[in-house]
């Protein structure tokens, strides 16, 4: 009867979101159902008013809406624009250098924002015109940036480790500590590829390269520096503030807001106080599909543990395979399966205590497993048909989301790679942790 049951709330909450329903309400549809059926202890609709409510009260989650609010700040005051002029001042007349400095451009804008849509707007609209005029083609250019803006979600701070650690109860500084490797290693292994790419497809304008490179040196270094040097310090406050433990991820949150305003408002002067209200409404309306989907998850949550789904999963997987290395390999194909269809904090809010049993059974670090999670889910942003960057990308540079998906099937490739090699390696997440 349970197991029935189970298969039976999978399947409307499928049914929900093939029908184009949105997830919140696939998800609320999925907890109800033992409670239309008259199961006893279900999830009842005043039980699950009150979650919602109650998941106000997870301080740890306060987080969120914070680093969307300096991600927001921080794009309002074309800080991406100085990273970039920083990393294009010392690569930008190498080969795939301005393709490189795209890409260190999205992993430190990551630091700022823990988002991947956020990071692969705020530096696609400010890269891809000047990309593009400097002769690379469009396409291409696209699916870097979306692919790249997908490290937004792995190097820290980041808003999947928070929804991970406040579902699972996993150290959120752990986390932190842990995504700054794997994102190092990803951006490493795609700027590769772009040397690569251009040295074999001569796809590079030399000479608008050259005039955009000497017209960046004219300015001279103190000058690219001294402008730049304030974006330069907002992930090394926030992150260090953290790792030093000089204040919780949730502070550093906050901390990373106010040194986005005092910066963007009385250095840059690139943000008039008159316009906050704005940012501000902005970052609410980016925040509140999350703490919709987080209670609705937790009762969805709840309702599977009652049917005892997460004890026979794990009994399953258990019985079905022999070793630990290919049950991670099932649970890749699986989230990136997933990742193509469901947003990244629905699928880790509702799949992470479910697999976390199991996890604990075959003795993987959590720490670990949550990264390999948000990698995975982080190659979704970029995979067909709803991957999110590539509707980020499609509206700036105008091209059609799947013809940016197959320009960067390569790139996917890379980002695969080093999933895998996170996944087989835990000593890259880890190393870091006591």
Not at 361 to 366: C, G, I
């Amino acid at each position: 009867m349970d197991i029935s049951l189970v298969g039976w709330i999978f399947l409307v909450f499928i049914i929900c979101l093939l029908c184009g329903v949105p997830v919140v309400i696939a998800m609320a549809a999925g907890a109800l159902l033992p409670s239309l059926l008259g199961i006893a202890g279900a999830t009842t609709m005043s039980a699950l008013v009150r979650s919602i409510f109650g998941s106000a009260e997870n301080t740890t989650l306060i987080a969120i809406p914070l680093f969307i609010l300096a991600g927001n700040i921080m794009s309002e005051g074309q800080i991406a624009k100085k990273l970039y002029d920083i990393f294009a001042y010392f690569v930008g007349n190498k080969t795939g250098g301005l393709l490189c400095a795209t890409v260190m451009t999205c992993l430190f804008y990551g630091a700022i924002s823990g988002s991947a849509p956020a990071t692969a707007a705020a530096v696609g609209g400010m890269t891809f015109p000047l990309l593009v005029g400097l002769g690379y083609e469009k396409p291409f250019v696209a699916a870097l940036i979306a692919t790249a803006g997908g490290l937004g979600v792995i190097i820290p701070p980041s808003i999947p480790f928070v929804l991970y650690s406040s579902t699972t109860g996993v150290s959120l500084g752990d986390m932190f500590i842990a995504g700054f490797l794997p994102g190092i290693l990803i951006g490493a292994l795609l700027m590769v590829y772009c040397v690569i790419h251009c040295k074999r497809s001569k796809c590079e304008n030399k000479e608008l390269l050259e005039e955009n490179y000497q017209r960046l040196r004219k300015r001279g270094l103190m000058r690219v520096l001294l402008d730049g040097i304030w974006a330069l310090f907002s992930p090394v406050i926030v992150l260090g503030g953290i790792y030093l433990g000089i204040f919780t991820p949730t502070e550093a949150a906050c901390v990373s807001v106010f040194y986005s305003l005092i910066i963007s408002i009385f250095v840059y002067h690139s943000i008039k106080i008159p316009n906050l209200p704005a940012l501000f409404a902005t970052s609410i309306r980016g925040v509140a599909p999350i703490c919709l989907i987080l209670p609705l998850a937790t009762a969805f949550g709840r309702v599977l543990i009652m049917l005892k789904a997460p004890a026979r999963l794990s009994e399953f997987i258990a019985a079905s395979f022999n070793s630990t290395a290919l049950v991670l390999l099932m649970i890749l194909i699986v989230f990136l399966i997933l990742g193509m269809f469901i947003d990244t904090a629905p699928a880790i809010v509702v799949m992470a205590p479910i697999l976390l049993p199991t996890m604990k059974a075959l003795e993987v670090n959590l720490v670990h497993f949550g990264i390999i999670m948000t990698v995975c889910l982080a190659i979704g942003c970029v995979t067909p048909p709803f991957g999110v960057n590539l509707f980020v990308t499609s509206s700036l540079s105008k091209i059609p989301p799947m013809t940016i998906a197959r320009k960067g099937f390569a790139m996917i490739a890379v980002f695969i790679c080093a999933l895998f090699l996170i996944t087989y390696i835990p000593g890259i997440s880890t190393i870091f942790l006591s």
